[in-house]
């Protein structure tokens, strides 16, 4: 994944609470075999509605949604990450969040802010006054602010999300980083343990007795 250490952007005020994958992403969405194109089915079941906040004109290429409390509850599909970024979202910032969504998104390179009620009820008016309102959200200080506005506040970021964000690590690249270990245990591991390493052809065939 690619590194994030600051997310710029416009902000979507999605003003509602308890949002689940379910309704992030529905279940038809999943029998896709791809990781890509779930932005269309992001919110589907809201989208419908013209007056939808996705669908109006002042908040079309926002990078930031701003969501209520427990965003991302319910089931733990990794797809409700994927149509969030596919969209074109890279930060949400919420008052709390599921945890395996939390998890999840960490995992893909997408931001999770936690601010608390007071301060996100703050920014969501700010964003619905002013819809090209600029955000910027700073992974490395932990920091949210609207320069525009003279708004700022700090937000949480545990140390082993913020190296993976900052460095670009998802679960493969943080075992990758181990790779002159893994390739050195690889080596003579056969020599020190048993093992059914060369006892068997392609096909499954014996090839020796170890008796």
């Known amino acids: 994944m690619e590194p994030v250490i600051v997310v710029e952007g416009t902000a979507v005020p999605l003003d509602r609470s308890d ?16 990781r ?3 932005g269309r089915g992001l919110f589907s079941e809201w989208r419908d509605d013209s007056n939808f906040v996705l669908n109006q004109q002042q908040y079309q290429g ?14 733990s599909r990794e797809h409700a990450v994927w149509a969030l970024m596919d969209y074109g979202f890279r930060a949400i910032v919420a008052s709390s969040f599921g945890d ?10 997408l931001v999770t802010v936690q601010l608390n009620a007071a301060q996100l009820e703050e920014l969501i008016a700010l964003v619905q006054r002013y819809p090209r309102a600029e955000l910027t959200i700073d992974v490395a200080s932990g920091t949210i602010e609207c320069a525009q506005f ?3 506040h700090d937000f949480s970021v545990d140390p082993i999300t913020r190296e993976r964000l900052i460095n670009g690590w998802d679960d493969i690249g943080l075992t990758l ?3 002159g270990d ?3 245990f690889e080596g003579h591991h056969d020599d020190e343990f048993p093992s059914l390493n060369g006892l068997f052809d392609g096909e499954g065939r014996v090839l020796e007795s170890r008796d």
């Not at 994958?21 to 896709?32: A, G, H, V, Y």
């Not at 926002?62 to 089931?75: D, E, N, P, V």
């Not at 395996?100 to 390179?109: E, M, T």
């Open 150 to 152: 003279s708004w700022r």
């Open 19 to 34: 949002v689940d994958t379910d309704q992030i992403i529905p279940s038809q969405w999943l029998k896709r075999v791809e």
């Open 100 to 109: 395996i969504f939390k998890n999840n998104s960490a995992n893909q390179g």
């Open 36 to 38: 890509t194109g779930f």
């Open 177 to 179: 980083r181990h790779e």
């Open 182 to 184: 893994i390739s050195a």
């Open 62 to 75: 926002a990078t930031i949604l701003l969501a209520g409390a427990r965003f991302g509850t319910g089931s």
